[in-house]
C-alpha cells in the first residue's frame, strides 16, 4: 500500500473515528444516573471484553510478552483518561468535559518528542495549536464557572489520553486490532471496578439502549481510532479527533439551530489546523516535480523564441 493510501485511509479512519466518539458521549449523558462513572466504565468494558476474547483467543499468549508493554500502556492511560472524561462528563457539561479533553494533542506532540525522540515539525506545531485553540474558541467556556476538580480531572484526562495514543501508535504497528482493544477492555473494566458503587448490578444485568449504544458507538470509535493510529503519525491522528466538533455542529444544525457564519468559520480553521498536522511529503514531492517539469517547459519555449 502505497504511502498517500495509507495516508488516505488513516484520515478516513479518523474522521469516522471522530463521529462515533461524538455520539458514544451523548450516550454517557443519557445513561441511568443511578449508575457512576466507573460502574458505566466497567459495564462497557465488560461486555467489550468478553466478545473481544471470541476474535483474539489465538493471540492472548502474546500479552504476557515484553513487547505487550505497548498494550498494557495504552490499557491503563487509556481507561484513566476514559474515567476522567466520564466523570467530568457527569458532573459538568459535556462540552467542558470534551474541551478539556480534546487537549490532548498537545500533550501527544511532546510526548512523542520527549520520549519517542520524534522530530518536532514546526508547520504541525502550529496546526496542534491552531486546532486546539479553535475547539477552545467553540465551547466557550468561562472557566471561573467550572470547579478545580473538574478542571484537574480534565487535563488528566488529556494528559492520559496522549500517553495512551503515543502507546497506540507502537501497539498498533505489532499487535492486532482485537488484542489491542481487548487489552483496552480489560484495563478499563480494572478501573471501573476499583470505581465501581452499587449501580454496577443494576446496568450490567438490566441493560438498556443507551448503554447499549454506549457501548456500540465505543467500540466502533476505538476500531477506527486505532486503523488512524497506524497509518497516521500520532500527532495527526490525535489532531484529528477534533473534528468531532464539526460533527456536533452539524447535528445542532439538523436539531434546528441557525446557522451561524461566525462559528463555520472557525470550524474551517479548526480543519484547516488539522489537515497541517497530516505529513505531506508525497504531496511536496508532486508539487516539487510540478514545478520542476513547468520550468523545464518555459526553459524549451525560451530557446525556441531564442
Known amino acids: 500500500m502505497s504511502d498517500e493510501e495509507n495516508i488516505r485511509k488513516g484520515v478516513l479512519s479518523g474522521v469516522l473515528s471522530a463521529v462515533f466518539f461524538s455520539a458514544m458521549a451523548v450516550f454517557v449523558k443519557l445513561a441511568d444516573q443511578r449508575l457512576s ?3 458505566i466504565l466497567f459495564i462497557r468494558a465488560f461486555y467489550g471484553m468478553v466478545i473481544l476474547s471470541l476474535f483474539c483467543r ?3 499468549l502474546r500479552v504476557f510478552k515484553f513487547s505487550a508493554c505497548w498494550l498494557w500502556a495504552r490499557a491503563f492511560f487509556g481507561a484513566a483518561s476514559v474515567y476522567f472524561y466520564y466523570w467530568n462528563i457527569r458532573h459538568s457539561s459535556l462540552a467542558v468535559a470534551t474541551l478539556l479533553t480534546d487537549l490532548s494533542p498537545i500533550f501527544v506532540m511532546g510526548i512523542s518528542c520527549v520520549f519517542l525522540k520524534s522530530k518536532l515539525q514546526w508547520v504541525a506545531l502550529v496546526g496542534v495549536a491552531v486546532s486546539c485553540l479553535g475547539v477552545m474558541y467553540l465551547g466557550r467556556v468561562d472557566i471561573k464557572d467550572v470547579s478545580i476538580q473538574v478542571l484537574i480531572f480534565g487535563f488528566l484526562s488529556a494528559a492520559c489520553s496522549a500517553a495512551a495514543y503515543v502507546s497506540l501508535k507502537q501497539a498498533a504497528e505489532r499487535f492486532p486490532i482485537s488484542l489491542i482493544l481487548f487489552c483496552f477492555s480489560t484495563g ?6 476499583l470505581n465501581s458503587s452499587s449501580g454496577v448490578h443494576l446496568g450490567l444485568w438490566a441493560i438498556k439502549v ?3 449504544l454506549l457501548i456500540v458507538f465505543s467500540y466502533l470509535a476505538q476500531y477506527y481510532m486505532t486503523l488512524s493510529y497506524k497509518y497516521l503519525p500520532a500527532t495527526a491522528a490525535s489532531t484529528l479527533g477534533l473534528t468531532a ?6 447535528i445542532d444544525l439538523a436539531l434546528g439551530e441557525a446557522f451561524d457564519y461566525k462559528k463555520a468559520g472557525i470550524l474551517l480553521i479548526v ?3 488539522v489537515k497541517m498536522t497530516l505529513p505531506i511529503n508525497s504531496a511536496q514531492e508532486n508539487i516539487d516535480s510540478c514545478r520542476i517539469d513547468i520550468k523545464s517547459r518555459f526553459n524549451f519555449l525560451r530557446k525556441i523564441f531564442d
Open 271 to 273: 480543519l484547516f489546523g
Open 58 to 60: 489465538s493471540h492472548l
Open 188 to 193: 478499563m473494566a480494572t478501573v471501573g471496578l
Open 37 to 39: 462513572s466507573g460502574d
Open 210 to 212: 443507551p448503554i447499549v
Open 245 to 250: 466538533c464539526l460533527w456536533a455542529y452539524i
